[in-house]
Each structure stands twice: as structure tokens, then as C-alpha cells.
């Protein structure tokens, strides 16, 4: 049986939600604009013949907690003085920020063991 117009209207909300959220977070990247491109082109691309509602629901389900992932994690970084290691970090109104303890040089945190 064929998903229902609503959940087609679903599946197309998520999609273009996540192009957006690609082209906000990557903006001035054209190599990671590009790929992230492929990348949700591709998994919408394999699951479209899907017809199974659940598992289309599951579908969308992972979309939108990739999106979340995309819009709250992701940074762009670009290195601004290679002497002393200083970047410029592209953060957004709604990327988390945690509160990160100050590591000296070289240091690693937890049980993380640094072998170089």
C-alpha cells in the first residue's frame, strides 16, 4: 500500500528542513556543502520505495534527530594563526555550549590515553 499524502508531506517537511540546515551550517564550505548534499540526497534516495508506514515513520524519526544533530553540534573551524594553533570557530544561536574545562597543552581528559 502507498504512504499516505500526509506522510509524503512529512518525508518532503524533513527533506527540505535538513537542506537548510546544510546550507546555514556550511555556508562559505563548498566542499562540505557539497557533500552533505550527497549525503541526504542519497539515504532519502535508498529508503523512497520504502511503502511500509513504520518503518517510514522510523525513517523520519532519524531524519529529524539528524537535522537536531546537524543544527546543535556542528561547528566550522578555521585555522587563523598556525603559530600558535588559534582558530575561528562559526558558532550559531543554537549551538550547544557546554561548559568545557581548560586543558593545558598535550593533557587528555578521562581515561582517553594520548600514545603520540
Do not use: C, Y
Amino acid at each position: 500500500m502507498a504512504p499516505s499524502t500526509a506522510l509524503r508531506m512529512e518525508v518532503l517537511s524533513i527533506f527540505r528542513k535538513l537542506h537548510r540546515t546544510r546550507q546555514k551550517i556550511f555556508s562559505g564550505d563548498a566542499l562540505a556543502l557539497v557533500e552533505a548534499r550527497k549525503t541526504i540526497n542519497s539515504e532519502f534516495q535508498s529508503r523512497r520505495s520504502q511503502t511500509d508506514e513504520e518503518e517510514i515513520n522510523k525513517s523520519i524519526q532519524m531524519a529529524i534527530e539528524a537535522e537536531v544533530v546537524l543544527r546543535k553540534t556542528i561547528v566550522q573551524a578555521k585555522l587563523v594563526d598556525n603559530n600558535n594553533e588559534v582558530f575561528k570557530v562559526k558558532i550559531h544561536p543554537e549551538t550547544l555550549r557546554n561548559d568545557n574545562a581548560k586543558l593545558k597543552v598535550g593533557e587528555v581528559p578521562g581515561n582517553i590515553r594520548n600514545d603520540s
